[in-house]
């Protein structure tokens, strides 16, 4: 398996990086006037404009070339067969299978998978039914209002962002909240204004020890069972996991589980029955549909050519932009405020997936991998730290997410969003001169020795690559394409480094550590604290008297 840095490919793209350093955004819209048509790509109803990403056609060819070098055909085979290519847990990444169409008798990995994604699909997606029709039934026989997720990191980032994405879809069923953080204050939040009676919690985690959702399941167990009684926990409990004997212990009604399978990353495991909470929010009619737009995504993502292949496109130029232009940060923007989670969302995905020092073989990497991925709703965050991506030093690659109709229902409203959208997408790349400042400042009379100070500070110096990624309308088909479209962005881009995108050991040490240090916290007296961590311990304790 090779590396990509290893290429051929990759050494052409060094020495073309160069060259591409000294030529401008502005001048090659200038010599190509069918750059926009040029660079652009329509695929499964998405709409992805590339021509602001600072390449030609030859370096296009390249990274095309660097897909091919390290073989991502096969790597995408490999995976659809249901090969261990998650080697340091020597699993197979199956999350592709999650969203097979309800009549398949097989999809990746093979038949005997199919059958029981398929058959606890089905039972999670009645249950979803159950739970909005009024059938299933809080312990006094109230309908439930309020479901409640209680999840962290893949448990709750995929279905909180698609419950906020898809709020136009949310008739007719119970609210949907989401419990995560440690600290309780979420779940505090919630009970504040919930009916016992009429609330459901979900503990949604694949391993069922994660602390922060063990805390925050008992916490609301204790609540729950302190207005209503013990006896009424198993009808406001349910749970999605692989281990069985923990919802044992926890008492999680037999009924109500769903489960899911070592195969699937927690990051990737939205489509599983994860996300339940979201099934019940927008209904199963739609969260097939949300599937579908996954399945479509995975049919486009296996099948088309590098060039018109929409995540193989968005990976190559990540690689160009953070290994060779020298841009370690990416920006999502999108332009919908529904969408305000996704960034989040996305954050995990890459951040969780390609943040590694080491290749698969165990050999340290000379060169950078994830991005820091960050983001907010494009014109809110026009009105924070744009001025710092127009003019700032640090660099990053930007992605704008674009609805062409507003999921508001608010036509003049979505105009204004396209348009700064696209403005913003403009003033990234073409920048504004000294020369234009200082021309437009003498045409309004400011004095000329203004002039000269006041165009050095409005200048832009442009060139900041970007991509449009364009939709009709925010709906579950659109949601699940955009998901899995970054998923495989995500999964692309490890083939090119090299690295294993589906495990996650950076996250262990301070979970293990935590582990140490509570008892120094909760009893100091009995677990001397050690010397990097006395003093600030003492202080807490103080400030907690
Ligand atoms: O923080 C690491 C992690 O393992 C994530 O990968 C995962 O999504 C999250 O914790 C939650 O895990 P679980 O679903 O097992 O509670």
Redesign the pocket.
Known sequence: MKQGVETAAWRSLAARAEETRRVTLRGLFDADRERAQKFSLSAVGLYADFSRQRVDRDAIGLLAGLADDVDLRARIEAMWRGDAINVTEGRPVLHTALRIAPSSSTGPGGPAIAREVLAERERMLRFAREVREGTVRGSTGEKIELVVNI?????DLGPVMAVQALQPYCDGGPRVAFVSNVDGTDLAKVVETADPAKTLFIV???????QE?FANARGARAWLAGRLGEVAVPAHFAAVSTNAKAMDEFGINPHYRFMMWDWV???YSIWSSIGVSVAIAIGPTAFESFLAGGAAMDEHFRTAAWRENLPVMLALFGVWNINFLGLPTHALLPYDGRLARFPAYLQ?LDM?SNGKHVAMDGSPLAIETAPIVWGEPGSNAQHSFFQLLHQGMPRAALDFLLPARSSADNPEQAELAVANCLAQAEAFALGYSEQQAAAELTTRGVPPDRVALLAKHKAHVGNRPSTIVLFQQLDPLTLGKLVALYEHKVFAQSVIWGINAFD?WG?ELGKKMCDTVLPMVRDPAANPPSRSLAPLLAKIGDLQQ
């Open positions: 999840g962290i990191g893949g448990s949604a985690s694949k391993s069922f020890v994660t959702t990353g927690g990051r995990q969780e996650q996250v």
